[in-house]
């Protein structure tokens, strides 16, 4: 079964502080793996998406990593601002185009920054 | 949010009453799709739509049902079948079936008075 797990589920820190955020996955065949921000009540918006072929993409104070081998994805957030405050979702897509449902999504981390 | 519009934010529906809620896009998409979202879990598919005048059952299809008569419009219908409704619902859009989605809508947060 395809499956996003995320860590942690949450996270406060202080503004400027910098933070990772994890995700790993067991979707087969993998085709590529997307980072969103979802401000509360707002819909997911996409921060960067990442193919087997890329480790490491930045969108400004973000960065995402992917190891392919070990199915595992980090979103590093670089001197936090209060406008970070969100949930992240990392979703996967696999290569079935035949799958009724292509993207697996995770849970997300709810990410507080604080004053 | 994309040029993806969903109608209203807000909903209530009393037992027993079906609702509709409403997404329209602008961007000459042909895939469109609805999600629903609980607290702490994954978006899970409940219909999605590749082409107009057909549509595919997700993962969650149960109670719900989808029109797409027009390549612009995905409405999705809440019935009385549906015992736990409560939710976000999230509409999005792709180029077509084998693109990623990148837009979503603002969502609706149906709630059951």
């Known amino acids: 079964k395809n499956q996003v797990e995320q860590s942690p589920q949450s996270l406060i820190i202080l503004e400027g502080k910098n933070c990772t955020l994890q995700c790993n996955y067991t979707v087969s065949p993998f085709s590529n793996l997307r980072w969103y921000k979802q401000d509360t009540g707002r819909g997911p918006v996409s921060l960067t998406i990442?193919?087997?072929?890329?480790n490491t993409k930045s969108n400004g104070r973000y960065t995402a990593t992917l190891d392919a081998d070990t199915k595992q994805s980090s979103l590093h957030i670089t001197a936090s601002q209060l406008s970070d405050s969100a949930s992240y979702i990392c979703?996967?897509?696999?290569?079935?185009?035949?799958?009724?449902?292509?993207?697996?999504f995770g849970g997300g981390t709810r990410l507080m920054v604080k004053p | 949010d994309g040029g993806i519009t969903q109608s209203p934010k807000y909903l209530f529906r009393k037992e027993g009453q079906n609702v509709t809620l409403s997404c329209e896009q602008n961007?000459?998409?042909?895939?469109m799709y609805w999600y629903r979202q609980d607290p702490g879990q994954g978006l899970r598919l409940i219909y999605y739509?590749?082409?107009?005048?057909?549509?595919q059952k997700g993962d969650i299809a149960e109670g719900y049902s989808v029109s797409r008569e027009k390549k612009e419009s995905f409405p999705l219908t809440v019935t009385s079948a549906q015992k736990n409704p409560t939710a976000f619902y999230l509409c999005?859009?792709?180029?077509?079936?084998?693109?990623?989605?990148?837009?979503f809508g603002a969502g609706t947060r149906l709630s059951v008075l």
């Open positions: 999005a859009s792709s180029k077509d079936r084998g693109e990623n989605i990148q837009y």
């Open positions: 979703v996967v897509r696999t290569m079935n185009n035949n799958a009724g449902n292509m993207l697996t």
């Open positions: 961007l000459n998409h042909d895939a």
């Open positions: 990442m193919t087997f072929s890329e």
């Open positions: 739509s590749q082409i107009v005048n057909d549509f």
